[in-house]
């Protein structure tokens, strides 16, 4: 941990601990987005005159830099180091004499074959938590082959149960791999921190997209195991219950959760259809679940009838679970997101940003810096090499 100075952050949960972030695009920079946020200073390490290749991912971009990379590098310093020279690896070990942890997804191999892999900084600092992101995984047939969110998202059968019946599977829109492999990392992290509290020891953590993508996949296999059943395609809803799903109004969607028999039986009475709770069809979940297309096609005869906030009222009223399909400029001023203040912008005004969704004790961790420009902070650490 650093010298114990205070600063603006002490009320943070990690502050005092120091992260060094050899990352790049989504996954290690979120992994080090959520340290810093609860107060970590996460140092970035990146390439002389390049970067990280996010900075060039838009537009929009904004003082040089992309949204995308200002979103994933807030609340970090940025220094540059040619990792092919002995002075660039020099440095990186001398970071790594009082660090925390390191969280790095570089190419396979590659932070071992430069003198930088676990081994090598756990010899300078044995209190380390080194962390690696690996695409297909540390070990097996793929794992020196590269990977980005969307080959994780086909190649482990997330993507394969997105969009809609019959028609050509889709990418989850959120980067869902990247950011989960992240917060993998982060919570590995956390975990081998508080191990170090009881052993003094630090310790290697792998994490890779494709076994995030796996992960997504809880409740899929084993639901395939019982079945033999490959799950499908299931629109805005699920495979296992119905009506669970976003329904037509006259202008727009609304997603209806009636997710059990008396939700079920309060929805038909609310659209004017009680006779729908005794028939045979869908007596229960799973027989809706078999006849979903049948109970789907007779709600939307009523609900496309009338607008998305009269039947908004309605549900409300009978206590069934609903949500309009809202747009994020919708999303952005709903009360809702006001009242848990997690909107916040940078210290420049010039950024909207959704702040960690946790809390600690009731406040929201509230650092709010810019992401750094390329190299800003080469000079504070420039006489460590």
Same mark, same amino acid.
């Given at each position: /941990?650093?010298? &114990?100075?205070?600063?603006?952050?002490?009320?943070?949960?990690?502050?005092?601990?120091?992260?060094?972030?050899? &990352?790049?695009?989504?996954?290690?920079?979120?992994?080090?987005?959520?340290?810093?946020?609860?107060?970590?200073?996460?140092?970035?390490?990146?390439?002389?005159?390049?970067?990280?290749?996010?900075?060039?991912?838009?537009?929009?971009?904004?003082? &040089?830099?992309?949204?995308? %990379?200002?979103?994933?590098?807030?609340? !970090?310093?940025?220094?540059?180091?040619?990792? !092919?020279?002995?002075?660039?690896?020099?440095? +990186?070990?001398?970071?790594? !004499?009082?660090?925390?942890?390191?969280?790095?997804?570089?190419?396979?191999?590659? #932070?071992?074959?430069?003198? +930088?892999?676990?081994? =090598?900084?756990? =010899?300078?600092?044995?209190?380390?938590? $080194?962390?690696?992101?690996?695409?297909? &995984?540390?070990?097996?047939?793929?794992?020196?082959?590269?990977?980005?969110?969307?080959?994780?998202?086909?190649?482990?059968?997330?993507?394969?149960?997105?969009?809609?019946?019959?028609?050509?599977?889709?990418?989850?829109?959120?980067?869902?791999?990247?950011?989960?492999?992240?917060?993998?990392?982060?919570?590995?992290?956390?975990?081998?921190?508080?191990?170090?509290?009881?052993?003094? !020891?630090?310790?290697?953590?792998?994490?890779?997209?494709?076994?995030?993508?796996?992960?997504? /996949?809880?409740?899929?296999?084993?639901?395939?195991?019982?079945?033999?059943?490959?799950?499908?395609?299931?629109?805005?809803?699920?495979?296992?219950?119905?009506? $669970? @799903?976003?329904?037509?109004?006259?202008?727009?969607?609304?997603?209806? #959760? #009636?997710?059990?028999?008396?939700?079920?039986?309060?929805?038909?009475?609310?659209?004017?259809?009680?006779?729908?709770?005794?028939?045979?069809?869908?007596?229960?979940?799973?027989?809706?679940?078999?006849?979903?297309?049948?109970?789907?096609?007779?709600?939307?005869?009523?609900?496309?009838?009338?607008?998305?906030?009269?039947?908004?009222?309605?549900?409300? =009223?009978?206590?069934?679970?609903?949500?309009?399909?809202?747009?994020?400029?919708?999303?952005?001023?709903?009360? @809702?997101?006001?009242?848990?203040?997690?909107?916040?912008?940078?210290?420049?005004?010039?950024?909207? %940003?959704?702040?960690?969704? +946790?809390? %600690?004790?009731?406040?929201?961790?509230?650092?709010?810096?810019?992401?750094?420009?390329?190299? #800003?902070?080469?000079?504070?650490?420039?006489?460590?090499?």
């Amino acid at each position: /941990m650093s010298d &114990g100075s205070t600063s603006a952050n002490d009320h943070l949960p990690l502050a005092g601990y120091k992260v060094i972030e050899l &990352g790049h695009s989504v996954a290690a920079p979120y992994a080090g987005l959520v340290l810093a946020e609860m107060g970590a200073e996460v140092i970035k390490i990146e390439r002389p005159g390049v970067g990280d290749d996010c900075r060039g991912w838009g537009p929009p971009f904004r003082d &040089g830099m992309s949204a995308t %990379f200002q979103s994933l590098n807030r609340n !970090k310093k940025s220094v540059t180091v040619d990792l !092919k020279s002995p002075e660039g690896i020099a440095l +990186i070990k001398e970071l790594a !004499k009082d660090a925390d942890a390191l969280v790095q997804n570089q190419k396979p191999g590659l #932070a071992e074959s430069l003198g +930088i892999g676990p081994e =090598a900084l756990l =010899a300078v600092n044995p209190r380390l938590i $080194y962390t690696s992101i690996h695409a297909f &995984g540390k070990m097996g047939p793929l794992s020196d082959r590269p990977g980005y969110d969307p080959l994780m998202q086909a190649f482990g059968g997330v993507m394969s149960t997105q969009g809609h019946p019959g028609q050509p599977p889709v990418r989850v829109g959120t980067s869902i791999i990247d950011m989960g492999t992240g917060m993998w990392a982060a919570m590995a992290i956390l975990a081998g921190l508080l191990r170090r509290e009881k052993t003094g !020891k630090g310790g290697i953590v792998d994490a890779s997209l494709y076994e995030t993508a796996l992960g997504w /996949m809880v409740y899929m296999l084993p639901t395939y195991a019982f079945s033999g059943k490959l799950p499908k395609p299931s629109g805005s809803g699920v495979n296992m219950i119905s009506p $669970y @799903q976003a329904m037509k109004t006259s202008d727009s969607q609304l997603v209806m #959760a #009636a997710g059990n028999d008396n939700l079920f039986a309060k929805l038909c009475t609310v659209l004017g259809h009680p006779e729908w709770i005794a028939d045979e069809r869908f007596l229960s979940n799973a027989d809706r679940v078999v006849n979903k297309p049948a109970i789907i096609e007779l709600i939307e005869s009523v609900t496309s009838l009338e607008t998305t906030a009269h039947w908004i009222e309605k549900l409300d =009223a009978a206590g069934i679970p609903n949500a309009p399909v809202q747009t994020l400029d919708q999303v952005q001023v709903h009360p @809702q997101t006001e009242a848990l203040e997690i909107l916040r912008e940078d210290t420049e005004g010039q950024m909207s %940003f959704f702040g960690l969704p +946790i809390s %600690f004790d009731g406040r929201r961790p509230d650092r709010n810096e810019q992401a750094p420009a390329l190299g #800003a902070h080469d000079g504070e650490f420039a006489a460590k090499g």
